[in-house]
C-alpha cells in the first residue's frame, strides 16, 4: 500500500536519512526504532509532506506522493500524529476531535461522529473536559484520536509514547490495539522496540541515517 522508494534527505549538508527503502501493506503496523536524534521524526515528516526528501520517491497505492502539498498528502489518506500535541486549547475533547470531520460534515454531524469514536474507545468521560485541562496521556490519546477520525489509509505515529507513565503507556497501547484489529495501517516510531512488541508485525531499525529490517 505505502512504498518509500530510495529516500535520502540532509539538512545543512548533514545526512539525516541515506537511501530508505521499505514498504507497508494494508492493514499492518510497522514499527521503526532507534536512538534519538536517528531521523525517526524526519522520516515520517518526509512522508507527510511537512519535509521534502533531496530523493527518493513515496508511493500511495501506486500514486506518487513526494511532491504533494501537506493538505494533499492528507486527503490523499495520510495522516501524521505529532509527538508533541498540538491540540486547540479552549475546546474540548469532543470538540477536537470533531474539527477534522468538519471539512466534510456540518458541525452537529461532525459532533455526533466524534462522539461515536469517543464511545468507542471507551473514552466518554473525557468529551466535555478541555484540552487545557487534559493530563500528557489524554493529550497523547486526543492526538492520535483526531487522526483517527479522519479514516485515513495510514497512521504516522511520532513517539507516541514518549514521556508516558507504565498506566498510561498501556492504556494508549489498548486503544491503538483496536485501531490495529479494524485493520489500521500505522507506522510507529519509538527510541524502545519492547514497547510496541505486541502492536507492530514487522520492525525496522533506523540508525546513522540507515535502515534496516529487524523481522
Given at each position: 500500500?505505502?512504498?518509500?522508494?530510495?529516500?535520502?534527505?540532509?539538512?545543512?549538508?548533514?545526512?539525516?536519512?541515506?537511501?530508505?527503502?521499505?514498504?507497508?501493506?494494508?492493514?499492518?503496523?510497522?514499527?521503526?526504532?532507534?536512538p534519538?536524534?536517528?531521523?525517526?521524526?524526519?522520516?515520517?515528516?518526509?512522508?507527510?509532506?511537512?519535509e521534502?526528501?533531496?530523493?527518493?520517491?513515496?508511493?500511495?497505492?501506486?500514486?506518487?506522493?513526494?511532491?504533494l502539498?501537506?493538505?494533499?498528502?492528507?486527503?490523499?489518506?495520510?495522516?501524521?500524529?505529532?509527538?508533541?500535541?498540538?491540540?486547540?486549547?479552549?475546546?474540548?475533547?469532543?470538540?477536537?476531535?470533531?474539527?477534522?470531520l468538519?471539512r466534510?460534515?456540518?458541525?452537529?454531524?461532525?459532533?455526533?461522529?466524534?462522539?461515536?469514536?469517543?464511545?468507542?474507545?471507551?473514552?466518554e468521560?473525557?468529551a466535555?473536559?478541555?484540552?487545557?485541562?487534559l493530563?500528557?496521556?489524554?493529550?497523547?490519546?486526543?492526538?492520535?484520536?483526531?487522526a483517527?477520525?479522519?479514516n485515513?489509509?495510514?497512521?504516522?505515529?511520532?513517539?507516541?509514547?514518549?514521556?508516558?507513565?507504565?498506566e498510561?503507556?498501556?492504556?494508549?497501547?489498548?486503544?491503538?490495539?483496536?485501531?490495529?484489529?479494524?485493520?489500521?495501517?500505522?507506522?510507529?516510531?519509538?527510541?524502545?522496540?519492547?514497547?510496541?512488541?505486541?502492536l507492530a508485525?514487522?520492525?525496522?531499525?533506523?540508525?546513522?541515517?540507515s535502515?534496516?529490517?529487524?523481522?
Amino acid at each position: 500500500m505505502l512504498r518509500v522508494k530510495n529516500l535520502s534527505k540532509s539538512f545543512n549538508g548533514f545526512v539525516i536519512l541515506k537511501n530508505i527503502n521499505f514498504e507497508v501493506e494494508r492493514g499492518e503496523v510497522i514499527g521503526i526504532f532507534g536512538p534519538n536524534g536517528s531521523g525517526k521524526s524526519t522520516l515520517l515528516k518526509c512522508i507527510a509532506g511537512l519535509e521534502k526528501p533531496d530523493c527518493g520517491k513515496i508511493i500511495l497505492m501506486d500514486r506518487n506522493i513526494t511532491d504533494l502539498k501537506p493538505w494533499e498528502v492528507v486527503d490523499a489518506g495520510v495522516v501524521y500524529a505529532f509527538q508533541i500535541p498540538r491540540p486547540f486549547k479552549s475546546m474540548s475533547f469532543l470538540e477536537n476531535v470533531a474539527t477534522p470531520l468538519m471539512r466534510f460534515h456540518d458541525r452537529d454531524k461532525a459532533l455526533k461522529l466524534a462522539w461515536d469514536i469517543l464511545s468507542k474507545f471507551e473514552l466518554e468521560d473525557l468529551a466535555n473536559r478541555k484540552a487545557e485541562k487534559l493530563s500528557q496521556g489524554e493529550t497523547k490519546l486526543l492526538e492520535i484520536l483526531r487522526a483517527y477520525a479522519t479514516n485515513p489509509n495510514i497512521m504516522l505515529l511520532d513517539e507516541p509514547f514518549a514521556s508516558l507513565d507504565m498506566e498510561n503507556a498501556l492504556r494508549l497501547k489498548s486503544k491503538l490495539k483496536i485501531m490495529k484489529e479494524e485493520g489500521q495501517s500505522m507506522i510507529i516510531t519509538t527510541h524502545r522496540r519492547k514497547i510496541i512488541s505486541d502492536l507492530a508485525v514487522r520492525f525496522y531499525k533506523l540508525e546513522g541515517g540507515s535502515i534496516h529490517a529487524e523481522g
